[in-house]
């Protein structure tokens, strides 16, 4: 499609009205900070005439504008058409207030308790809208405040509706859900109608897991072994190794293969008869190689994966906690969540 060039008339309007976009970000942004401090932090939110607020767009204004210089005109030259197109046009666009306010007006908000992320990636934020009137509501776009990405959805007659906002936490630890912004400029999108919404749940998140972590560190002798019965650094401990070219298929852990495809993975293991029952291993936080705080919880983070998926058992060490061995997917979710918040 062929780019149709600026007018000088526009380049002219764009560069008058910039300075004024840019001078009323400054108010916008402290009205919208005011209205989340006015707003009380809660998983359920009925929309009253207290919490919805109206304004008119731009096309509203420049229908105003519009209707004002059909109204002078029609007084001017005596025009009883132009008096009834006028009021009729007027008419419709105060009952469109009335619909678009209430469209928002007596909706439940509720949100489901969200599922714990990896940082760097979207947390999903379920929104259930709950409707008791008796017709449809239209149009209701669902966002994270001071974000583009809008979720629309209709609501049918006395029905409930679920839509999903994605929103990136910005790092590692327990966070408060996003405030949310609510809007509809049904029917006529003259008018934009909104509802703020800071809901009371939290969002657990880990850490990011290293995308190529070094091997996991060498097992630990068990209680009432030697040190000398340990293999030297090789990584292998409770009776099980990680698969290696040329064994042969009776060493393969078959059930724990079984386990790992249904968690998604391939990864093979192999029995090491040598260590069985002898060695534990144990992920320690002052011996991950590195002294950055987040690249070690991301190295951990990886190593609990991988340990996890392999079905070993594993300990967690971390300043001031640890984890006892264990395997399952409760065990990876405990130290999952310690790391998450160490």
């Known amino acids: 499609m062929a780019h149709t060039p600026a007018t000088p008339a526009s380049s002219a309007l764009g560069a008058i009205t910039a300075p004024l976009r840019a001078l009323w970000q400054v108010p916008a942004r402290k009205l919208a900070a005011m209205l989340e401090s006015r707003t009380p932090r809660t998983d359920n939110l009925q929309l009253t005439q207290r919490n919805v607020y109206i304004l008119p767009t731009r096309p509203g204004w420049m229908l105003a504008i519009t209707l004002l210089v059909m109204l002078v005109g029609s007084i001017n030259y005596q025009l009883n058409l132009g008096y009834m197109l006028t009021f009729l046009i007027a008419g419709a666009a105060v009952v469109g207030i009335h619909v678009c306010h209430g469209t928002l007006r007596g909706l439940t908000l509720k949100v489901k308790p969200p599922q714990p992320c990896f940082a760097g990636s979207s947390a999903r934020l379920e929104v259930v809208l ?49 405030t949310l912004t609510l809007e509809t400029r049904y029917p006529l999108g003259t008018f934009r109608v909104w509802a703020v919404w800071r809901p009371a749940a939290t969002v657990l998140v880990y850490p990011q897991p290293e995308a190529h972590p070094p091997p996991l560190p060498a097992g630990s002798p068990r209680q009432g072994q030697t040190a000398a019965a340990m293999p030297a650094s090789t990584g292998e401990f409770d009776g099980v190794r990680a698969y290696r070219r040329g064994d042969p298929l009776k060493a393969v852990v078959w059930k724990r293969v079984a386990q790992a495809v249904a968690r998604g993975s391939a990864d093979l293991v192999s029995r090491d008869s040598a260590s069985s029952g002898q060695h534990e291993l144990w992920l320690d936080w002052q011996h991950t190689g590195t002294n950055d705080t987040e690249l070690r919880a991301s190295r951990l983070t990886a190593w609990v994966q991988l340990a996890d998926r392999l079905g070993l058992n594993y300990g967690l060490r971390l300043p001031g906690h640890q984890i006892a061995p264990g395997q399952g997917a409760t065990h990876r979710l405990t130290c999952l969540e310690a790391l998450a918040l160490c």
């Open 130 to 178: 709950i409707s008791d009137r008796p017709s449809a509501r239209y149009g209701i776009g669902v966002a994270v405040a001071r974000h583009s990405e809008w979720a629309h959805v209709d609501v049918l007659p006395q029905d409930s509706t679920t839509v999903e906002v994605g929103w990136q936490p910005p790092a590692r630890g327990r966070h408060h859900l996003p």
